[in-house]
């Protein structure tokens, strides 16, 4: 994506950059200033939603204190206000900080779903159904095009973990790098190394507890994780601490590659709840 997506503007170029561009591609527009606390949350949101958006749209970014006239022109009151422009028009505008879903509810009614945006959504689908090598297939292409984008990073981790291709999954989760997509990957940490310990042929297996874990690990590598979280919440019906709490670590490392809306999902969450407290 070209870097001129998002860009600071004054009052010299608005009418420029943000009038005229808006023409043939929506521009919003971040009022914000230095000193404005939920600027500093917001404006970083922003940026994201637009990096992701694939040129969709632009981001301009308007200093309230270095451009008052602009703020005053626009009836900017309280910052952060943001407003989107279309056809030279304010289409849309919220002001102050906002909850994530809401800032991305803004953007899906002032641009077309972005070809990036409707490969994210199969590719998220294709996970929920279990399919796993075609939604592998799908993040190693937008991984290509986007390789600093941590959910498909994340994504292609997911996908890889069911198949049994444990030592590249293990790679991307062990190195994951600072973001809002960090904890979900850490739940996933205990699965992928106990997948690299099966693949090396380097588990326990001397007592029935121990081959019940193995049996657990050689199904979730096959991709069979209602099978894999039976065998788990066995083991932990008989030893909630089972390998240092490796057995829950794993129970919740499964969950996390379940369809969350899955009624099942919920069924072995509450279940696993109810043996450990």
């Not at 069911?162 to 997509?181: H, M, V």
């Not at 507890?209 to 894999?228: I, Q």
């Amino acid at each position: 994506m070209s870097p001129e997506m998002i860009i600071n503007v004054s009052e010299a170029n608005f009418e420029y950059e943000v009038i005229t561009y808006s023409q043939n591609t929506p521009v919003v527009v971040d009022f914000w200033a230095a000193w404005c606390r939920p600027c500093k949350t917001l404006g970083p949101l922003l940026e994201q939603i637009t990096m992701e958006s694939g040129g969709a749209f632009r981001l301009a970014k308007v200093d309230v204190d270095a451009n008052p006239n602009l703020a005053i022109q626009y009836g900017v009151r309280t910052i952060p206000t943001v407003k989107a422009f279309s056809q030279g028009q304010i289409v849309n505008e919220f002001v102050g900080a906002q909850p994530e879903n809401r800032v991305r509810d803004f953007f899906a009614k002032i641009t077309p779903p972005s070809p990036f945006g409707l490969a994210i959504e199969k590719a998220e689908s294709m996970l929920k159904n279990y399919q796993w090598h075609e939604a592998e297939e799908i993040y190693r292409d937008l991984i290509d095009q986007n390789p600093d984008q941590k959910s498909i990073l994340l994504g292609l981790a997911k996908s890889l973990l069911p198949q049994g291709k444990a030592f590249e999954a293990a790679d991307i989760l062990r190195t994951f790098p600072p973001s809002r997509e960090y904890n979900q990957a850490q739940i996933l940490v205990p699965l992928a190394e106990s997948l690299v310990n099966f693949k090396k042929d380097k588990m326990d297996d001397s007592t029935p507890l121990n081959a019940a874990y193995v049996n657990a690990v050689r199904l979730a590598s096959r991709g069979n994780l209602l099978s894999a979280l039976d065998g788990v919440l066995d083991i932990l019906r008989q030893d909630k601490h089972f390998k240092n709490n490796t057995a829950h670590l794993i129970a919740l490392s499964l969950l996390e590659l379940m369809n969350n809306e899955d009624p099942e999902t919920r069924k072995y969450r509450n279940e696993l709840a109810s043996i450990l407290f």
